[in-house]
């Protein structure tokens, strides 16, 4: 049984940090490109970040420059460093993988 669990959202100010983590179970974790979606109320989810099994990265716009995502494969986790966090950032953070989604995490930033 596939398992994405997040953890290390909350509430911060505009111009704070927060990392989020994403522990996977019951896949062969170093073999999948790991992603970062969210979603904010009233709109679609979209992604903000992956990493391939290679360690390559991908962001979107609005993030670049602010996050980075990372991947430990030993502990099967992959991480997303946000930093100069802003308002608009505030959504359900997903990990992603394949077809399977985590349950999400609450960031919220506050101005």
């Known amino acids: 049984q596939v398992q994405l669990v997040e953890s290390g959202g909350g509430v911060v100010q505009a111009g704070g940090s927060l990392r989020l983590s994403c522990v996977a179970s019951?896949?062969?974790?170093?073999?999948?490109?790991m992603g970062w979606y969210r979603q904010a109320p009233g709109k679609q989810r979209e992604l903000v970040a992956s990493?391939?099994?290679?360690?390559?990265?991908n962001y979107a716009d609005s993030v670049k420059g602010r996050f980075t995502t990372s991947r430990d494969n030993a502990k099967n986790t992959v991480y997303l460093h946000m930093n100069g966090l802003k308002p608009e950032d505030t959504a359900v953070y997903y990990c992603?993988?394949?077809?399977?989604w985590g349950q999400g995490t609450q960031v919220t930033v506050s101005s």
């Open positions: 992603f993988t394949y077809t399977y």
């Open positions: 019951g896949i062969s974790f170093s073999l999948n490109t």
């Open positions: 990493i391939t099994t290679s360690g390559r990265t």
